[in-house]
Every structure is written in C-alpha cells, then in structure tokens.
C-alpha cells in the first residue's frame, strides 16, 4: 500500500520561503507523477503542480512565477518550494500521486504564514 | 482558470440518494473525461471515489456513481450511510497540463 507523508515547518514568515517534503512508502517516485495541492481554510482544493522523477515539471499558472519542485530518488521523496509568501499562502498543503487522478494522498500538513 | 462550481452543502437521510454537481466550461469538464471526485473526512487524507468521469477505484462501493453531460460532472450517492458524511471534492484536467478543483460540497447525513 502506497502511503504519502508530508513533513515541514509549520510556521513561516511573510516573504519567505515556504519548503515542504513528501516521503513515499510501499512505492518508488521513480514512476508516476507527484503533485502538490493545497486548501487554506473553509475554500476548496487548489491543486499547485506536479514534478516527474526526471525533474520535469507542470505547474498551475497562478503559482508559475514562485513554485518550484524536484525529486530526490535516492531519498524516495519529492519536494515543494514557494517563494514570496504571504498569509494568503496559509493552507493545509497535501501531496498526492498523479495519473489523471489523484489516487493515493497525504494527510496534510498545515502551513501558517505569520511574523 | 477558475475553480468549478459545487453547492456548498447537501444533505439527506440514510438510505436516499443524493447528487453533487460540479459546473465547469468547456475548457475543462466539458473538454475532457478527466473528471475525479474524492471524499474527504476531516483530517484525514482525500479518498479517490471517481475517476475518468464514472470509473470506480477497486474497493469502493457500488452505491457511489458519476456521470457527464455537457459542462456539469455528478456525483450520486445512493443508499446514503452515515459514514459517508464527509467533504467532496471534483476535479477535472483544464488542459495543458493543469488542473481545476471545485470548492467542495460538504455532505450532511441526517
């Protein structure tokens, strides 16, 4: 059974940057799609991207000029970097595996951007 | 691109059925049959339901379903049981490599 696992800061500041890992267990990242997707609180999900294990990348727009991801094969995790945050970017950040679908999640990790 | 359109709740007792809606364009619901829905407990992870419109994952129940027509993907629930009060989301490939979540329906089971 595949089993995602988030792990991060839970508090950043405004301005900073905000780094989250998804450890994958009972599975390789060397196959499929990893995204990212997140819901700040009370709205909907938003989903935020997906990194491929040779590093190829799509994102959603309204992210492209602050997202970053990559896969660490040796390490079996995938990871998110966003920059220039803001209490906007406060959610609970979960990490899924992709096909067309979102099959397999995270339990989610919540991120609080506050000074 | 913007999110889908969900009611923001249902609700009916044990043993109905009820239907969620999710309202997209054609650029997304109405242009592709990627359309999943999940169900999502409260601090838990989100469960895929439906996937490819009206595909069910091994292991859930028949009593869930879903349908396209046009721009609007459903989600039926029939034979409603407690433990299906829960959050659900739909989601639908926009195209270019991107996609679009609704805002979610939370479902009240009476």
């Known amino acids: 059974q595949v089993q995602l696992q988030e792990s991060g800061p839970g508090l950043v500041k405004p301005s900073e940057t905000l780094s989250l890992t998804c450890t994958v267990s009972g599975g390789s990242v060397t196959s499929y799609y990893w995204s990212w997707i997140r819901q700040p609180a009370g709205k909907g999900l938003e989903w935020i991207g997906r990194v491929y294990m040779s590093g190829s990348t799509d994102y959603n727009p309204s992210f492209k000029s602050r997202v970053s991801m990559s896969v660490d094969t040796s390490k079996n995790h995938f990871s998110l970097n966003l920059t220039s945050v803001t209490a906007a970017d406060t959610a609970v950040y979960y990490c899924?595996?992709?096909?067309?679908?979102?099959?397999?999640w995270g339990q989610g990790t919540l991120v609080t951007v506050s000074s | 691109q913007s999110a889908l359109t969900q009611p923001r709740s249902v609700s009916g007792s044990p043993g109905q059925s009820v239907t969620i809606s999710c309202t997209g364009t054609?650029?997304?619901?109405?242009?592709?049959?990627?359309v999943s829905w999940y169900q999502h407990h409260p601090g838990k992870a989100p469960k895929l339901i439906i996937y490819d419109v009206s595909k069910r994952p091994s292991g859930v129940p028949d009593r869930f379903s879903g349908s396209k027509s046009g721009n609007k993907a459903s989600l039926t629930i029939s034979g409603l049981q407690a433990e299906d009060e829960a959050d659900y989301h739909c989601?639908?490939?926009?195209?270019?490599?991107?996609?679009?979540f609704g805002g979610g329906t939370k479902l009240t089971v009476l």
């Open positions: 899924a595996r992709t096909n067309w679908n979102y099959d397999y």
């Open positions: 989601c639908s490939y926009a195209g270019s490599y991107n996609w679009v």
């Open positions: 054609s650029s997304d619901v109405g242009g592709h049959n990627y």
